[in-house]
């Protein structure tokens, strides 16, 4: 969105079916803005939606939020302020079930700050202080093992010096057998209840470890969580509730935050009686919206929403012929700055005529191609880049080298191949070529249309080895009579087969035109 000035309260009038694209007015500012002041609102209701779907665009991506809350009958207002500023609003589309639009306020500036109760920061502080208990109540019942075996081990002390008191030597022998057994049977027991109270303290601290890498993880999650963006929109609904009962908000949006969605491709080339390529395919994710995507519908579509929706325009040539005019002998300041300053002549732009960027998917019933995950996808804004697995693709193909002399040293293993999936190929970067399962080269694959033949390189082949020998060249002279401009050279070209096999071979070379 452009900048807008200082006052950053918006409202618009909803359609009639609840979903609402903005547009801003003037006059409907001014006539919203009168009738939301002498309105009586009962109250504001926090409602906090979650990313539930998102649709990937090439670089960019369309989110819905979805949000359930039980609304009182009345006037109220659903304040929302967890959507990232990387929401394109002017394109904000609203669907509201148990309840009538009356209203939408937008705040860009002035937007209070992101709120302490939201459910998903309180969640992970919540885990984060339960592990922290367990982890007390670990190490409290470790000291309390220590404690009973320190006790035991100045009863043992208490009876070593017991046994060497003088006051011993008096007693009868019978009193100092009593006294002998009494000290080792207590000696026995407080030696064994130290034994066990270390072996018990031992097993309690293995505990520990566990709860460490558990509060390690939570501690990762409130800190992904920290990783969006604090700074969010500010969007209140101002609805009508007929009768108390249970409502639904979505919201759809464009994101202008970095949405980044490409092909990734595997090529494999399989060598023997008959040759095979096989396509193993998926897509690359990466999303820098300033919120975390967790467990959402993903779509990913070959559409270009901000490309040129429109055909150009063409506009009248004008062409004339004139003589031309001799030059001033003198010219003035003023008219050469005059003549700086005027326009160049229109001329007409060269138009290089480009094919359609090749697009590929599962669905093709409509305008462009889209594919559809069946299972959830979570991706941490500015942190995560997924790879999304998809199918693998066969066909025959005809492999034979290729040498081009002038420029190699070495033939290039090539493989002659029909798109016949049915479906159009997008351009890959860095894609790997594997020659039996051994990869030999990374390579750009600029995609191919649905029928299309197109050319896979493999890698060398050391084997068969070049050379190009220039033996004889000769130019036309000019002299003051005549003059030619006739060329003439003798090239030989050598290939040598070093392979224990036989290859079918296509030589590439030049001559001037």
Same mark, same amino acid.
């Given at each position: 969105m452009?900048?807008?000035?200082p ?27 009168s009738s ?9 209701i926090a ?15 369309? +989110? ?13 207002r ?11 609003l002017e ?5 509201l079930?148990?309840?009538?639009q ?10 209070p ?10 969640a ?22 220590r404690t ?21 030597? !008096?007693?009868g ?16 027991a407080?030696?064994?209840q ?10 309690i ?5 566990d709860?460490? !890498? ?6 990762q ?15 209140? +609904? ?13 919201l ?5 935050? !970095?949405v ?14 008959t ?20 467990n959402v ?13 429109s ?25 050469d ?23 590929w ?8 191609v ?14 995560? +880049?997924?790879?999304l697995?998809m199918?693998?693709l ?37 894609v790997?070529?594997?020659v ?42 000019r002299?003051?009579i ?10 030989? +070209?050598?290939?040598?087969n070093l392979?224990?096999e036989?290859?079918p ?9």
């Amino acid at each position: 969105m452009g900048p807008m000035g200082p006052a950053r309260d918006i409202a618009c009038a909803p359609k009639p079916d609840c979903e609402i694209q903005m547009r801003f007015s003037l006059s409907l500012l001014s006539l919203l803005a009168s009738s939301v002041a002498t309105s009586a609102w009962a109250d504001d209701i926090a409602v906090n939606s979650r990313v539930a779907a998102v649709t990937v665009f090439p670089n960019m991506a369309e +989110i819905t939020r979805r949000a359930d809350f039980d609304l009182p009958a009345g006037l109220h207002r659903l304040v929302l302020r967890n959507i990232p500023q990387s929401a394109y609003l002017e394109t904000l589309q609203i669907g509201l079930s148990g309840a009538t639009q009356k209203a939408l306020l937008y705040r860009e500036e002035g937007v209070p700050p992101r709120s302490a109760d939201d459910p998903k920061v309180l969640a992970a502080e919540a885990l984060i202080r339960e592990v922290e208990g367990r982890i007390d109540k670990v190490e409290d019942d470790v000291r309390r093992a220590r404690t009973e075996a320190t006790a035991a081990r100045t009863a043992i002390g208490f009876l070593e010096q017991l046994g060497s008191n003088e006051g011993l030597a !008096e007693a009868g022998a019978e009193a100092l057998r009593d006294i002998t057994r009494m000290i080792a049977s207590e000696a026995d027991a407080a030696g064994k209840q130290a034994l066990e109270a270390q072996i018990r303290a031992r097993a309690i601290e293995d505990q520990l470890e566990d709860l460490e !890498e558990e509060l390690a993880r939570a501690e990762q999650a409130l800190e992904a969580i920290d990783r969006e963006d604090e700074d969010r929109h500010y969007l209140v +609904i101002e609805v009508d509730v007929a009768e108390t009962g249970p409502g639904a908000l979505e919201l759809r949006y464009l994101s202008g935050g !970095e949405v980044f969605s490409m092909p990734s491709y595997e090529w494999h080339l399989s060598t023997g009686e008959t040759s095979e390529v096989t396509l193993k395919r998926g897509f690359g994710l990466q999303q820098g919206t300033g919120e975390n995507w967790e467990n959402v519908a993903l779509t990913i579509s070959t559409l270009q929403p901000e490309e040129q929706g429109s055909p150009s325009d063409l506009y009248a040539q004008r062409r004339w012929i004139s003589d031309p005019r001799p030059e001033p002998k003198m010219r003035s300041q003023a008219a050469d700055y005059m003549a700086a300053a005027a326009p160049e002549p229109m001329m007409e732009p060269v138009v290089i005529e480009e094919a359609a960027a090749p697009t590929w998917g599962a669905d093709t019933s409509g305008p462009g191609v889209t594919y559809r995950f069946g299972h959830p996808v979570s991706l941490a804004s500015g942190a995560d +880049i997924v790879k999304l697995d998809m199918d693998a693709l066969s066909t025959a193909v005809e492999v034979q080298a290729v040498a081009v002399p002038m420029s190699d040293e070495t033939a290039y293993r090539v493989a002659k191949v029909t798109n016949t999936f049915g479906e159009d190929l997008l351009p890959g970067e860095e894609v790997p070529m594997f020659v039996d399962g051994k990869l030999v080269t990374l390579a750009y694959f600029e995609g191919a249309a649905a029928g299309q033949a197109f050319d896979l390189g493999f890698g060398a082949i050391p084997g068969l080895q070049l050379t190009r020998h220039v033996l004889q060249k000769s130019e036309g002279e000019r002299g003051v009579i005549s003059r030619s401009n006739q060329q003439e050279e003798v090239v030989e +070209i050598t290939v040598e087969n070093l392979t224990e096999e036989s290859w079918p071979l296509r030589l590439l070379d030049r001559v001037p035109y």
